[in-house]
């Protein structure tokens, strides 16, 4: 299972930015997907996670009306839209799947795929 993400960047307090996450390698298409992020010295905190339906999904209180999660499954393509963005929303982002349980996990070691991460900086 290889997951690759791409968006991102730099952007000044209170813009817009987007990350997708493009899943390969597995077939099925109900499976948790997430998307975590972490600063350098501090662990790696979930931000957001999607089961197979956009009904299905979980947020982060610090994130809750700014950030959307998002999948097509058609694509197995994950997406996660940053609104408001905030100097502590600062961090490298990654995508996870969760392809062994039935439910989404709030926990990090429970998704053993990951994304190469992708730098946030909010300035």
């Known amino acids: 299972v290889q997951l690759v993400e791409s968006g991102g960047g730099s952007v000044q307090a209170g813009g817009s930015l987007n990350f997708s996450c493009e899943v390969s390698?597995?077939?099925?298409?109900?499976?948790?997907m997430g998307w975590f992020r972490q600063v350098p010295g501090e662990e790696r905190e979930a931000v957001a996670a999607?089961?197979?339906?956009?009904?299905?999904?979980y947020y982060a209180d610090f994130v809750k009306g700014r950030f959307t999660i998002s999948r097509d499954n058609a694509k197995n393509t994950l997406f996660l839209d940053m609104n408001n963005l905030e100097p502590e929303d600062t961090a490298m982002y990654y995508c996870a799947a969760d392809t062994v349980r039935w439910t989404c996990s709030w926990f990090k070691t429970d998704y053993p795929h990951w994304g190469q991460g992708t730098q946030v900086t909010v300035s």
């Open positions: 999607i089961y197979t339906a956009a009904s299905d999904s």
């Open positions: 390698g597995y077939p099925h298409r109900s499976y948790c």
